[in-house]
């Protein structure tokens, strides 16, 4: 017997296709600010599926491009005048912003009501106390999978491993919102294999190549990994392939479904930050919710 592979990719091609049929009611298109400053490879890769996906998918993509040497003070002006721009409803800074930048300055600036990545204090608290706002991507996409493929989550044991702002920790609390019994599992857990073998929802989510193995898995379970590890191809010397958390092959034995990487749970986070430009338009001006985005 082998669990069932989750197929993040379709699902997540099924969400934009949501996306794209909401955008289709609205009564204007919805707009999305991305700010990139300098010129990381990996970012504007990111930066460029973004605006594709984002017209794809009905909407208006805004690409503000700044030099590597640009100044703080020079980076939150842009913000502010996004901020203040009726046009734009959602505002994302692509990180990690160039050396001297402090992303936590610069964040901080984003209007809430704007933040499709969900990090700002002000989300992050809404998220706390369970208040509407906008959730962070990779954490919903995570929720979204794992009810795709166990449908309600009502009293599910969900063991999150780590403990980090952007995943782990809206992650316990995403799951939690979904009536989950949630552990937090990090470093410092004592036993942890133990741990993770009572979750019937398995979120590795540490960024250490295929760390969890098999017999941390109790059979059946459903394991979505968060982990993009670049690690030195066996196959092919001299070229990097890209492991999840998870020993995937032999834990596939075990689990009874499993996300792989890649094709997991990474096509979510962009989808996912589709469905949060709709939110936030919606939100913002007033626009009823489509319930197609519901999950
Ligand atoms: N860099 C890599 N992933 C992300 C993301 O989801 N949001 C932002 N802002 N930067 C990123």
Redesign the pocket.
Same mark, same amino acid.
Request: net charge negative; aromatic share 8%; proline share 8%.
């Given at each position: 017997m082998s669990g069932q592979k989750i197929d993040g990719r379709a699902y997540a091609q099924t969400l934009r296709g949501r996306v794209a049929q909401a955008v289709e009611g609205l009564p204007a298109q919805p707009a999305l600010a991305v700010v990139l400053v300098g010129d990381d490879p990996a970012?504007e890769v990111?930066v460029a599926n973004k605006a594709k996906f984002t017209v794809e998918t009905g909407m208006r993509s805004l690409k503000h491009a700044l030099p590597a040497d640009t100044d703080e003070e020079t980076l939150i002006r842009l913000v502010r005048t996004l901020n203040e721009d009726p046009e734009v409803d959602g505002i &994302?800074?692509? &990180?990690?912003l160039p050396k001297g930048l402090n992303s936590d300055r610069v964040i901080a600036e984003i209007d809430p009501d704007k933040d499709v990545?969900g &990090?700002t204090e002000v989300s992050a608290g809404r998220l706390s106390l369970g208040k509407a706002g906008l959730r962070p991507?990779?954490p919903v996409g995570c929720v979204m999978l794992a009810k795709e493929q166990l449908g309600d989550l009502s009293g599910k044991h969900c063991v999150v491993l780590g403990r980090s702002i952007l995943v782990g920790k809206p992650a316990a609390l995403l799951f939690l919102e979904q009536n989950c019994t949630v552990t937090i599992a990090h470093s410092r857990t004592k036993d942890l294999a133990d741990v993770c073998r009572q979750a019937d929802i398995l979120v590795p989510a540490v960024g250490r190549p295929q760390m969890v193995q098999a017999d941390w898995i109790k059979p059946g379970a459903c394991v979505i990994d968060v982990g993009i590890n670049s690690v030195p191809s066996i196959k092919h010397p001299g070229k990097m392939r890209l492991v999840g958390d998870v020993n995937y092959l032999p834990s596939k034995k075990v689990a009874g479904s499993i996300t792989p990487v890649p094709g997991g749970v990474g096509p979510m986070?962009i989808a996912c &930050?589709l469905r949060n430009t709709v939110l936030a338009a919606c939100m913002r001006r007033g626009w009823e919710m489509p319930s197609i985005l519901d999950f």
């Open positions: 970012s990111y &994302l800074v692509q &990180l990690p990545d &990090l991507c990779t986070t &930050l």
